[in-house]
């Protein structure tokens, strides 16, 4: 857990102990969890676009705290969202979805698609629809929301970095 073993048996103690790497709040983000993201860097860096990219073939310590640091804003964000009445449905997200889909191109099938996000990710659509699309869209609403509050366009970011700073914004992992 300390050295983010890979082993099964330490995935299954982590799942089954619920092992936090971090906690919001009272929210806290478990080991499983952060395997789970950290997986689909690993994947994603093993595949062909970030050998376009010239990406390293495994996550070094950044990435991995890029990962834990990404988990944290997702929870912040569905934080602020739920205190401040921002709420995306499943058709809003499904919407968001196929307007996405549709920008792709008509060239591109549903099937490529959902090769894609395997191939890349491991994840099927309903993951990347959980994963990307309505945590960009809780962040957006929230973000517009508080433009027109304060008149000031990155009055959202700075919340957000303020919010992670707080003493109840706890990391356990370490990364070297």
């Known amino acids: 857990y300390i050295r983010q073993d890979d082993r099964p048996a330490i995935r299954a103690m982590a799942s089954w102990m619920r092992l936090p790497v971090a906690k ?14 950290l997986d689909a860097l690993r ?9 376009e990219q010239g990406l390293p073939l495994v996550p070094d310590a950044s990435m991995k705290e890029q990962t834990l640091n990404r988990l944290l804003r997702t929870n912040i964000v569905e934080a602020f969202a739920k205190e401040r009445g921002i709420a995306v449905s499943k058709t809003d997200v499904d919407d968001a979805y196929s307007e996405l889909m549709s920008r792709a191109g008509t060239s591109t099938s549903a ?10 990710f491991g994840w099927n659509v309903e993951d990347f629809k959980r994963n990307i699309i309505r945590p960009a869209m809780l962040e957006d609403g929230l973000r517009k929301k508080k433009e027109v509050e304060t008149k000031d ?3 959202f970011e700075k919340e957000l970095q303020a919010r992670l700073l707080q003493d109840d914004v706890k990391r356990y992992l370490r990364f070297e």
């Not at 994947?43 to 050998?51: E, H, K």
């Open 24 to 37: 919001v709040g009272t929210r806290w983000i478990g080991y499983a969890e952060y395997r789970q993201h």
């Open 43 to 51: 994947l994603f860096l093993r595949g062909s676009v970030a050998r």
């Open 111 to 120: 099937g490529e698609i959902d090769a894609f996000l395997r191939d890349q």
């Open 153 to 155: 366009a990155e009055a």
